[in-house]
């Protein structure tokens, strides 16, 4: 698990691994730590590891993000 705080902006989130993500007992860990930015009046977010290629799920986006502003011209 990473943890990560941006005063400036307010926000902190977590990152968990595929290990992470499915073992109930990080799940429990994580409450307090949410609790505690959400008293601080900060945005929390979660972020999970996946199962698909992050080097070709980059491409598709980046190709779909391109032929959309394609269109837009």
């Known amino acids: 698990m990473k943890v990560e705080v941006n ?7 977590v990152w968990l691994t ?5 073992n109930p ?3 429990e860990k994580l409450q ?3 609790d505690k930015y959400k008293e ?10 996946g199962s698909r290629d992050l080097l070709e799920q980059t491409k598709g986006l980046l190709s ?7 269109n837009e011209r």
């Open 7 to 13: 005063d400036r902006f307010r926000f902190a989130s």
């Open 18 to 22: 595929n290990e992470e993500k499915d």
């Open 25 to 27: 007992q990080v799940r």
């Open 32 to 34: 307090p730590l949410m």
């Open 40 to 49: 601080m009046k900060y945005k929390f977010v979660i972020f999970e590891s």
């Open 64 to 70: 779909h993000n391109k032929s959309l502003v394609a």
